[in-house]
């Protein structure tokens, strides 16, 4: 079973960019999909964005379009580019895995979870 690190979060000032990162612990096969996710206290996990492995196809939630890109790099590994960030844009941001031919932007979907990097934006 794959296991996945999620790391790159850290403090920045609105209008900052950051990539987040996400590594497997093993070869990513082609009919899995990955995706981003983010929870702030007190608020639901919400879907950023998600890639399917076998094409590069991406989707992505409404908080994330014009703003955030997810790409992949070799056989395990997932990115976040976050560019024009707001303190709307704080959370835990986890990346997931899924068997599945389509992104699912519901987090009952995927069964491997990150530990989750924070990301905190000040104004």
């Known amino acids: 079973q794959l296991h996945l690190t999620d790391s790159g979060g850290k403090s920045v000032q609105a209008g900052d960019s950051l990539r987040l990162s996400c590594t497997a612990s093993?070869?990513?096969?082609?009919?899995?999909?990955l995706s981003w996710f983010r929870q702030a206290p007190g608020k639901e996990r919400e879907f950023v964005g998600g890639?399917?492995?076998?094409?590069?196809?991406t989707f992505y939630g409404d908080s994330a379009k014009g703003r955030f890109t997810v790409s992949k790099e070799n056989h395990n590994a997932m990115y976040l580019q976050m560019n024009g960030l707001t303190p709307d844009d704080t959370a835990t941001y986890y990346c997931a895995l899924v068997s599945a031919g389509i992104i699912f932007p519901s987090p009952s979907r995927y069964n491997t979870w990150g530990r989750g990097t924070q990301v905190t934006v000040s104004s």
């Open positions: 093993g070869w990513i096969a082609s009919g899995y999909v």
């Open positions: 890639l399917r492995w076998r094409d590069g196809a």
